[in-house]
């Protein structure tokens, strides 16, 4: 009896090459272009360092400032929207897995163009507006949305100095522009006109309001703990190996980043809260009416801020891009003396990036397994857990880690053995995980095999 | 012209009128639910029906008595074995044509994997309901192996067409024994993973557990059958209580809901009785595999242009979704004079309205949900 | 029970208005009660010990145009004692009354409407008696024996033309065409040369 089905042999070698030139090389190409403007955004720099001039005295000094940023703009949107889009691929990938099915496989290897495909044939569906519709409003809501998404990226930290503007208020910021996202959902239900986009809308705001206030507080332990709002300060507080994270360092903290990720969870629309869209009670929630390309803008967001909350994660709670054995003064040196920063300091820059994404795609692969694993709650149990459970939690890990940092501070070794602990604690639980994943597997009459991938 | 349903509704109030269906993802079938809501919270749902009818009983009273065999399987098609067996069983009622003993084995064979079938689609569609994807999906794989089992046996995945008045139309082809009772031991393993992957997951006990509790009393009352009754406690089984064919012969035991995570007669004891009578169907046809007796399939010298003397029978049958029983009126032509399905979703249907009230709008889909019903039996 | 027990302990209480049919060879036996006593007789048959048909099982009709009468036909079950009866009332063609069964078992109320949305049954004392399968402004009773059917419903046709009519009107069309092509070939096979592609 084949559990799982036997996916077909490999496909043709030239289609493989171009899906892996294209997979690797669309994030490498906007990795690299946010690796090489996010330095030269700073006009300070680029102004001065790059083009010979003094940026207090030079008329155009704006100009190419405004010119770099909308460049780094731009690339920072279709990151975005390429992140996304292979975000659907692999959630469908990871998803078909699990569900026993092939899944993906005919667009490119591994089916991974077909993101792509559906994101064209979406492109050229017609744009249907009800007639009943508010049509103004219906129109504008997806750029709501879709603003409040972009602005993410602003202060989204991807490197060592690899950030659009390492705002003084960054994490402020980051709460501040996804909230535009209710705003756009919110618009949508209400301008469809439409009884079940308007129970969508409802629960949304309903939902997102109210997970506002536990993540709020449960980011305010990092925030605490490292003594900033801005997001490199916070990764800077941290240090490189798994007991110097925040997560492992204050149990408040790892309380905190449970709270912060179901509490992302309920924002982001996810299972088990994606009471909005619940197919099987509102049909398609504030989705209803939407086809065609704005359908699509929602469905870009909705993904896309998979890794936004992911990003956060890893961030406020596992010590973003710090590599380990590479401190500030490591990278001071690597940059040397000249204007332009000497070969290592990129490279040093790259391996940064590289680790902030691998751990944003550990914890986004987190969220695919919730989705894929958990049912539905109902509305009146989602805001019993947030009200009764989450913002209560929320508050006593805000005050413990008010008092941790006191301790702290009368005996700095209490950090370092917190972090020794709780980071075995955690391997162990990740050891017994797989145990238990692996013995459930053999109960079914299966085995696991990788190479049927 | 108004529509009289909306006379069961108060439009004058504040409250919503919301049209649920008929194309909703989890009414199962074209069915409407007319639902006056206060916010999340409903004040009644009404059910509207029809959408899906398609006079079977009327097509039974101008083709012959065989030539109704496959309208048959349109009655019930997500667990075809069960009208085919019933209306079987009420012609050889009424002719007193004797079925030979290995069909009887046969029909019990076929039906209970039709009812392993049938409650996986119905526990998947209702873990579905409640937001989880993946398990509807692992109940679909292992339908399709029983589909290829049934195909093998009869030729057809969906509408079998399998069961004739006096037996049954094709003897096990070479292989399949051992081929079900493999899928069988493979069977019982799925079984105890999909409960660990859904059945108990704290999320889908409390969506389901305490959620629209129909008491014994009212299940009786309101004529509930099959899983939906046992669910609520009353212990009847039609295949135990008044054995049919070959059921005598099964050593099995009927889950009845004790409120196994909550209340008896809530939603989830009606789902978990379904997980466990899927495991007695499973232990039903091994029995029935290894004491299949040889013999025909066929009662000798059942005429091909039936004629019938006048009179009437009622069969019962206990399919997925419950007692399901035909009535059938003979004229002494070689056509029925009447026809009559009575199904288990059609009942299921009646307690909704009064069931509804104080329910949330997602309790509503899983109530629906766990009352299992299938458009096409509602409607016929 | 048997039926006839059960008719023998009905006939104490109600006299005449319960009466049985001979039993058939084959099949069932039933009891045919007066419109008036269902209640009675069904409430009875609900609540007295021994008895105890908590379930009702179906409730349907036949009708029987050459007698005049559509027959209400319920079957009865009971949970504990293990033991069904068929009872029958037989109601006027010209218009079909009988009383509501509702307020005996609940699961009286979808099964009448369905009675009365297919057989025209009107059943007196339904809380709620209106067509259940069929729309409401659905004319005539399907499952009547003389029913014709009314050729659709709000220029909805329900009546199909076979799909082998239209094969062969395009068979014959393509056989009309070919003999055209094949006949009149010779004489328009001197090509016209087409005037105004030429100037050009």
Not at chain 2, 308 to 316: C, D, F, I, P, T
Not at chain 3, 89 to 114: I, Q
Not at chain 3, 149 to 178: C, M, T, Y
């Amino acid at each position: 009896m084949p559990r799982t089905p036997k996916l077909p042999k490999l496909s043709p070698r030239a289609v493989v090459l171009l899906t892996l030139a294209l997979g690797l090389g669309l994030p490498a190409g906007l990795f690299g272009a946010v690796l090489v403007l996010s330095p030269l955004a700073q006009p300070d720099f680029f102004v001065r360092a790059v083009l010979g001039h003094d940026p207090a005295t030079w008329p155009h000094a704006h100009l190419v400032y405004g010119l770099v940023m909308a460049l780094l703009a731009f690339m920072l949107i279709n990151f975005g929207a390429i992140i996304s889009g292979m975000t659907v691929w692999w959630e469908m990938r990871v998803s078909s897995r699990m569900q026993s099915r092939i899944g993906y496989n005919r667009a490119g290897a591994a089916g991974f163009f077909q993101w792509i495909a559906d994101a064209v044939k979406l492109l050229f569906k017609e744009d249907l507006i009800p007639a009943e519709a508010d049509g103004m409003l219906f129109r504008a809501a997806p750029y709501f949305v879709m603003t409040g998404f972009a602005l993410t990226f602003v202060a989204l930290p991807f490197g060592e100095s690899l950030i659009a503007a390492d705002l003084n208020v960054g994490i402020f910021y980051l709460t501040a522009v996804t909230a535009l996202v209710v705003v756009g959902i919110l618009l949508a239900g209400w301008s469809s006109n439409s009884k079940w986009a308007l129970f969508g809308g409802m629960r949304s705001a309903a939902q997102v309001v109210s997970y506002e206030i536990p993540a709020g507080i449960a980011l305010m332990v990092p925030v605490l703990m490292s003594g900033t709002l801005s997001m490199q300060g916070i990764i800077r507080a941290q240090g490189a190996w798994p007991w110097q994270w925040h997560a492992f360092t204050n149990p408040a903290a790892a309380v905190a980043f449970v709270l912060f990720f179901i509490s992302q969870l309920a924002e982001g629309n996810r299972t088990p809260f994606d009471l909005p869209e619940a197919e099987s009670e509102l049909v398609a929630g504030y989705l209803s009416e939407y086809s065609g390309f704005r359908f699509a803008l929602y469905f870009l967001v909705e993904f896309g801020n998979l890794w936004v909350m992911a990003a956060i994660s890893a961030t406020l709670f596992f010590g973003g891009w710090q590599v380990p054995g590479v401190g500030p003064e490591v990278y001071a040196a690597a940059k040397g003396a000249g204007a332009v920063p000497a070969l290592g300091w990129w490279g040093l820059q790259l391996l940064s990036m590289v680790v902030m994404v691998a751990k944003t795609v550990v914890v986004l692969n987190v969220i695919v397994w919730v989705r894929w694993t958990l049912p539905r709650m109902r509305i009146d149990q989602m805001m019993n857990l947030c009200w009764k459970f989450l913002v209560p939690s929320a508050f006593v890990a805000f005050v413990f880690t008010l008092l941790w940092q006191l301790l702290v501070a009368r005996a700095p070794a209490l950090g370092l053995v917190t972090g020794v602990v709780l980071t075995g604690a955690f391997l162990v639980t990740l050891i017994l995980f797989g145990r238990q994943v692996k013995a459930n597997i053999a109960a079914a009459g299966d085995h696991v095999d990788l190479t049927n991938w | 012209m108004e529509k009289l349903i909306l006379r069961r509704v108060d439009r004058n109030n504040e409250e919503m009128i919301l049209n649920f269906g008929p194309q909703h993802p989890s009414t199962h079938g074209v069915i409407n639910f007319i639902v006056e809501t206060d916010g999340e919270v409903l004040r009644k749902a009404v059910p509207d029906v029809g959408y899906l009818h398609r006079s079977i009983e009327k097509i039974g009273e101008v083709t012959g008595w065989h030539g109704f065999m496959p309208f048959t399987d349109r009655i019930d098609y997500v667990a075809a074995m069960f009208p085919n067996e019933g209306y079987a069983t009420a012609v050889e009622r009424l002719t007193g044509i004797e079925v030979p003993r290995r069909a009887q084995y046969l029909r019990a064979i076929s039906c209970e994997l039709a009812r392993i079938a049938s409650h996986l689609v119905s526990l998947g569609t209702m873990s579905m309901d409640i937001g989880a994807f993946t398990p509807m999906l692992h109940g679909i794989r292992e339908r399709e192996t029983i589909n290829d089992l049934i195909e093998a046996l009869c030729g057809a995945r969906l509408t079998y067409n399998y069961h004739r008045i006096g037996g049954v139309a094709f003897d096990l082809p070479e292989g399949w024994k051992e081929r079900t009772l493999a899928f069988l031991d493979h069977f019982d393993k799925f079984l105890v993973e999909f409960d660990r992957l859904i059945s108990f997951n704290e999320i889908y006990v409390r969506r389901l557990a305490n959620v629209a509790v129909i008491t014994g009393k009212d299940a009786v009352d309101y004529g509930l059958v099959g899983p939906n009754l046992r669910g609520s406690g009353v212990d009847w089984d039609v295949r135990r209580d008044l054995p049919y064919g070959a059921y005598d012969d099964f050593e099995f035991a009927v889950p009845v809901g004790q409120g196994f995570k909550g209340t008896v007669g809530d939603c989830y004891d009606r789902y978990y009785c379904r997980c466990l009578e899927m495991g007695e169907s499973s232990k039903i046809v091994r029995q029935a595999l290894l004491q299949l007796p040889e013999g025909e399939i066929m009662a000798p010298k059942v005429a091909r242009n039936l004629k019938v003397e006048a009179g009437e029978a009622l069969s019962r049958v206990e399919s997925a979704r419950g007692e399901m029983a035909f009535y059938v009126v003979a004229d002494g032509t070689n056509k029925a004079y009447r026809v009559r399905a009575r199904t288990g979703s059609f009942t299921a249907m009646g307690i909704i309205e009064s069931a509804s009230p104080g329910l949330m709008i997602a309790d509503l889909v899983a109530l629906i949900a766990s009352l299992d019903v299938v458009a096409p039996e509602i409607d016929r | 029970m048997t039926t006839s027990e059960i008719h023998d302990l009905l006939k104490a209480r109600f006299g005449e208005d319960v009466s049985a049919a001979p039993p058939p060879p084959k099949g069932d036996a039933w009891l045919t009660v007066k419109a008036e006593r269902l209640v009675e007789v069904c409430r009875f048959l609900k609540e007295t010990a021994g008895l105890e048909f908590d379930f009702c099982e179906d409730l349907t009709a036949v009708d029987w145009p050459k007698r005049n009468v559509i027959e209400v036909v319920v079957h009865l079950l009971s949970y504990k004692l293990k033991h069904s009866l068929v009872l029958k009332v037989e109601a006027d063609r010209g218009s079909p009354v009988v009383p509501s069964l509702y307020p005996v078992w609940k699961t009286a109320d979808w099964f009448e409407r369905e009675v009365y949305d297919l057989f025209g049954v009107t059943f007196t004392g339904h809380p709620d008696l209106r067509r259940l399968l069929l729309p409401d402004d659905w004319v005539g009773f399907p499952l009547r024996k003389d029913y014709a059917e009314q050729g659709g419903w709000h220029g909805i046709d329900n009546v199909r033309e076979n799909p082998l009519v239209e094969l062969k009107r395009l068979d014959d069309s393509a056989r009309a065409e070919a003999a055209k092509s094949a006949s009149p070939a010779p004489a328009a096979a001197p090509p016209a040369t087409p005037a105004p592609t030429s100037q050009a």
